[in-house]
Nanobody
Framework: QVQLVESGGGLVQAGDSLRLSCAASGRAIWSAAMGWFRQAPGEEREFVAG????????YYTDSVKGRFTISRDNAKNTVYLQMNSMKPEDTAVYYCAAAKGGAPRRAYEYDYWGQGTQVTVSS
């Protein structure tokens, strides 16, 4: 079993930066693919970014490419999402998730989820 806890959310202005963290406990995530998803009010949860267990591949949804960076520190059992040049449309609850492997993009492919952290970007 893996427990995931997100932190780092908050209220920022358009153009600002924010870094989210996801701390894992209960079981090491070194062998897991990790991902970030987000869900805005009235919208479905959408994939944002993913990273393979070895960090040899990172992948993003088109709307955040060039602005967001996902990374991980397996020694600390932590995954990060650096968000730069933020836009109001980035406003959502952001979720961290862990999958058993591969490079998944779909929510059903992930096995463990955090509770989410709110990110609000004002214009």
């Amino acid at each position: 079993q893996v427990q995931l806890v997100e932190s780092g959310g908050g209220l920022v202005q358009a153009g600002d930066s924010l870094r989210l963290s996801c701390a894992a406990s209960g079981r090491a995530i070194w062998s897991a693919a990790m991902g970030w998803f987000r869900q805005a009010p009235g919208e479905e949860r959408e994939f944002v970014a993913g990273i393979t267990w070895s960090s040899d591949m990172t992948y993003y949804t088109d709307s955040v490419k060039g602005r967001f960076t996902i990374s991980r520190d397996n020694a600390k059992n932590t995954v990060y999402l650096q968000m730069n040049s933020m836009k109001p449309e980035d406003t959502a609850v952001y979720y961290c998730a862990a999958a058993k492997g591969g490079a998944p993009r779909r929510a059903y492919e992930y096995d463990y989820w955090g509770q989410g952290t709110q990110v609000t970007v004002s214009s």
